[in-house]
């Protein structure tokens, strides 16, 4: 997807921009690219890709939610900053909070906000299932893209959201996941309040977005330890 393109679609998407939003994330593309080449962040480098596979792919999360209604936000497994990083540029007005298990990835991230100039950030290295036990209820939303299957990741993020915030999970195929998470839902609290597929466009592959309303605080024993997660998924 090239740079005109890209504005078209987020007219598309009714995604109001400046000169400087799209100047940041020319300065995103080339520090991801120089920081890729001395420690892994992402496989996708060829610019279009970028644009379309990182950047565009982050924004259709307002295909399922207004961000203009939204003050907090934590992304869980952002790796490069996907989609954090991208809604903070176009959404300056989020208090964006960054989780990463990754310390090389939480490093990449401090260079990229200093050098984006990016305010009301804060980017904190460690597993969301520890970090959840001090944060509970904490964010209008928590969104999470290709960090883990749907059963796990609702332990991993529902219990950062607020009592009616929400969830929202970026995924591609995710028919089998969504079938799956009945009682995840159940004992965490939570309800399916949409569910959005479409095709990206140019290479046509299927996104879904999952989201998530939170109708009470969960139980104090979740989330558990990853390895307990892991072993029996709610
Ligand atoms: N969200 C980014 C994207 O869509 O490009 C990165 C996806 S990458 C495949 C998954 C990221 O999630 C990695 O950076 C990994 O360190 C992080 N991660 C996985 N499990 C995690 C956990 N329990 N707590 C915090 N981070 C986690």
């Known amino acids: 997807m090239n740079e005109k393109v890209f504005i078209k679609e ?14 940041k994330l020319n300065v995103y593309y080339e520090t991801l690219i120089y920081w890729n080449a001395k420690i892994n962040i992402t496989a996708i480098t060829k610019k279009e890709d970028v644009y379309l596979k990182h950047f565009y792919d982050s924004l259709t999360i ?11 936000l934590l992304d869980v497994g952002s790796g490069g900053g996907f989609p954090g990083i991208v809604l903070k540029i176009f959404y300056p007005h989020l208090k964006l909070d960054i989780i990463d298990a990754n310390n090389k990835k939480i490093l990449f991230l401090k260079k990229l906000v200093e050098k984006l100039n990016l305010k009301d950030v804060n980017l904190i290295h460690s597993r969301a299932e520890e970090y959840a036990l001090n944060n509970y209820d904490k964010y209008d939303l928590v969104t999470a893209r290709a960090v883990a299957n749907l059963n796990i990741l609702l332990e991993l993020c529902l219990p950062f959201v607020k009592k009616d915030g929400f969830f929202v999970s970026l995924k591609g195929e995710a028919k089998e996941e969504v079938s799956n998470i009945n009682n995840a839902l159940l004992v965490l609290n ?9 095709n990206l466009p140019i290479e046509e592959s299927l996104r879904t977005l999952i989201k998530f309303k939170k109708i009470n605080s969960n139980p ?5 330890r990853y390895d307990k997660i892991k072993k029996r998924p709610l």
Do not use: H, V
């Open 10 to 23: 987020l007219e598309t998407l009714n995604i109001l921009y400046t000169k400087e939003m799209l100047e």
């Open 62 to 72: 307002t295909k399922i939610i207004d961000l203009n209604k939204i003050a907090s």
């Open 190 to 198: 939570g309800k399916t309040e949409d569910i959005c597929e479409f």
């Open 220 to 224: 104090s024993k979740y989330p558990r």
